[in-house]
């Protein structure tokens, strides 16, 4: 941190996690319902796909992303 500027962290709230919690478990619930094959499986899975998605949307998730300051002495031609 230059000059002990306090520029937030990039771990996300409790309640975005959450959000992310249910999509992944949606995931893995229908994948497990394809190989099983199921399609109770399958669906449960694409429901809490959508849940998530529905959570992430109220809990605002992309409001935790922390922009860092730009980096003293570094250049874009720096990155090529």
Sequence with gaps: MAGGENL??????????????VAVAGFIVGGVGM????????????????VGGILALVFD???DVVIDAPRVGMHAEDHR
């Design 35 to 50: 190989v099983a094959p199921s399609w109770t499986l399958i669906w449960i899975g694409i429901g809490l796909v959508v």
């Design 8 to 21: 937030g962290s990039h771990g996300g709230r409790a309640s975005s996690w959450l959000a992310v919690a």
């Design 61 to 63: 998730i992309f409001s």
